[in-house]
C-alpha cells in the first residue's frame, strides 16, 4: 500500500520573498488607510476614525488563521477607506493662503480665449509678496510672448506665471 505524499509546509527562497513583499505592500497600505481617515476627516472625528480603523485591522489580523486570509482581510479593509477616499468632494471654502487662493478658469467666445485668476504675484521672498490677480487674453498672445522669445520658455526677468 502507498503512502500519499505530505506537502511540505517549507517555503522556498522565492515563496519568502513574495511573502515578504505582499506583507510589506499590505501594511504600506494599511498605514496609508490610517493616515487617509486621519487626515481628511473633520478634527473632531480624526483620532476616532483612525483608532477604530486600527482596532479592527488588528482584530480582524489576530483572528484569521493564515497570512494569507490576513492580507486579503486587510486589502478589503484599505478597498473600503480608498472607496470613501476617492468620493471626497474637493471644496473650495476653507482658508487658502493667499497665492493658491482663487482657482484658474478660462473663458472661450468665439475663437478668443480669456484665462481668469492669473498668479502674476510681486515676490520678494517666499512668503513676502505682493498679490496680483491678472486676466489673459488669446493663447496665441501668451504663447508668442512666454514660449518663443527664449528657447527655456521663459524671458529673463519675466514674472513666473501659473
Not at 497665492?99 to 485668476?117: G, K, L, P, Q, S
Not at 502674476?120 to 486676466?135: G, L, V
Request: aromatic share 12%.
Amino acid at each position: 500500500m502507498k503512502r500519499g505524499h505530505r506537502h511540505s509546509t517549507a517555503r522556498t527562497p522565492l515563496q519568502w520573498i513574495v511573502v515578504i513583499f505582499v506583507s510589506v505592500l499590505v501594511i504600506a497600505l494599511a498605514f496609508w488607510a490610517v493616515a487617509a481617515l486621519y487626515i481628511d476627516l473633520p478634527r473632531r472625528w480624526q483620532l476616532v476614525a483612525a483608532s477604530v480603523c486600527t482596532v479592527v485591522m488588528l482584530v480582524g489580523i489576530a483572528i484569521m488563521p493564515r497570512w494569507r486570509y490576513q492580507a486579503l482581510y486587510l486589502t478589503g479593509c484599505v478597498a473600503v477607506v480608498l472607496a470613501w477616499w476617492l468620493n471626497i468632494a474637493p471644496s473650495e471654502d476653507r482658508s487658502w493662503q493667499t497665492d493658491v487662493a482663487r482657482t484658474a478658469w478660462a473663458d472661450v467666445t468665439d475663437n478668443i480665449v480669456t484665462i481668469h485668476n492669473l498668479r502674476n504675484f510681486d515676490y520678494r521672498t517666499e512668503t513676502d509678496y505682493t498679490p496680483n490677480w491678472s486676466y489673459a487674453r488669446s493663447i496665441s498672445t501668451i504663447w508668442r510672448r512666454s514660449t518663443c522669445s527664449s528657447p527655456s520658455g521663459v524671458r529673463p526677468g519675466s514674472p513666473i506665471r501659473s
